[in-house]
């Protein structure tokens, strides 16, 4: 049994992890850090700090799932290695690659597991994904088409704060760069073009749009956006047939979702699935022991980051 240790009480650590967590086979929602007590209580913790820090002093817990606006996950991360804690951290796990690349320092430093919660890796479609192309199913990759529209953000959302992390690159974008790199198989791209919308100036991005250009010459049309409806398609095309994933094609979770291949290759079907469970038991798994369990490579995200931090650096080599 692993005990796990939140800091914050937000809308996906209430509505997403904390019931993954009470569901999963081996683990217990140990305690909740949050500044709004009565929020950590809703997740039914057996206890309650207001202080992150003396939830990171508490010797019971396990794991710790840092559930904070972006712009703290690092300092939070780090602060939870350094006190012997293994940590799951949302999505992305830093803001920079440099800041990826110094998680995983401290993290190989103290022995510590880190994982970034990218909860749609877990889901059998997207494992079956990266397994068809790793095969050769549809042949050499040349084109992926990725987008994620999402909905807008309440005022105050921290996602309209560029200074806290916000924005559509961010949030939504994440989930198409990173299906887009697994269909190349997790190759190095450059950014060819990209262009930005904001609500207001200086506010994060409201939409976001880019073309990558990967070794073989072939291209990934990405755009996301937080300005309305929800929307999320992805194609990949290669020399022998194509991919689609069909909506939700990247966040599929409690709504049934099929995976159609063209060129003679497999019609998948998945029934309802809860993969943040998925995540909460691969994590749980891995920190006792069992070298099998699925997570997601820190090198991964940190090409991930590579890749978020080419789109801002040819958004401001665009904008001068």
């Known amino acids: 049994m692993a005990n796990w240790g939140f800091l914050g009480a937000g809308s996906i650590a209430a509505n997403s992890l904390a019931p993954a967590v009470h569901a999963a086979e081996r683990a217990r929602l140990h305690a909740v850090a949050a500044t709004d007590p009565g929020r950590a209580r809703a997740l039914d913790p057996a206890r309650v700090y207001t202080d992150y820090g003396e939830l990171l002093d508490d010797p019971a817990v396990d794991i710790v799932y840092v559930a904070l606006h972006n712009s703290a996950h690092r300092p939070w991360v780090e602060r939870a290695l350094r006190a012997g804690k293994h940590v799951l951290c949302e999505k992305p796990l830093g803001l920079t690659?440099?800041?990826v690349a110094a998680m995983t320092a401290t993290a190989r430093a103290t022995g510590r597991l880190l994982v970034e919660a990218a909860w749609n890796?877990?889901?059998?479609?997207?494992?079956?994904?990266?397994?068809?192309?790793?095969?050769?199913?549809?042949?050499?990759?040349?084109?992926?088409?990725?987008?994620?529209?999402?909905?807008?953000?309440?005022?105050?959302?921290?996602?309209?704060?560029?200074?806290?992390?916000?924005?559509?690159?961010?949030?939504?974008?994440?989930?198409?760069?990173?299906?887009a790199l697994a269909a190349f198989g997790w190759r190095t791209p450059k950014v060819v073009r990209a262009e930005q919308d904001h609500w207001r100036p200086?506010?994060?991005?409201s939409a976001t749009r880019f073309l990558l250009e990967f070794p073989d010459r072939g291209t990934a049309e990405i755009g996301c956006s937080l300005v309305g409806g929800m929307s999320e398609t992805f194609t990949t095309t290669g020399?022998?047939?194509?991919?689609?994933?069909?909506?939700?094609?990247?966040?599929?979770?409690?709504?049934?979702?099929?995976?159609?291949?063209?060129?003679?290759?497999?019609?998948r079907h998945y029934p309802s699935q809860n993969p943040y469970r998925l995540m909460v038991e691969s994590v749980d798994s891995a920190v006792h022991g069992d070298t099998a369990a699925h997570l997601v490579p820190l090198a991964q995200s940190l090409l991930i980051a590579n890749t978020l931090d080419a789109v801002r650096s040819r958004l401001a080599r665009t904008d001068g």
Do not use: Q
């Not at 889901?123 to 088409?145: F, K, M, N, Q, Y």
């Not at 094609?249 to 049934?256: D, K, N, R, T």
């Open 239 to 267: 020399t022998d047939g194509s991919i689609t994933l069909t909506p939700p094609a990247f966040c599929a979770g409690s709504a049934p979702s099929t995976l159609t291949t063209t060129g003679g290759g497999p019609h």
């Open 97 to 99: 690659a440099a800041e």
């Open 202 to 205: 200086g506010s994060a991005d």
């Open 121 to 179: 890796r877990w889901h059998p479609r997207t494992r079956d994904l990266e397994d068809l192309v790793t095969r050769g199913a549809i042949g050499t990759v040349h084109t992926v088409t990725a987008r994620f529209d999402g909905l807008a953000p309440a005022p105050g959302n921290y996602r309209l704060d560029a200074a806290l992390g916000g924005g559509a690159l961010y949030d939504v974008g994440y989930y198409a760069v990173s299906a």
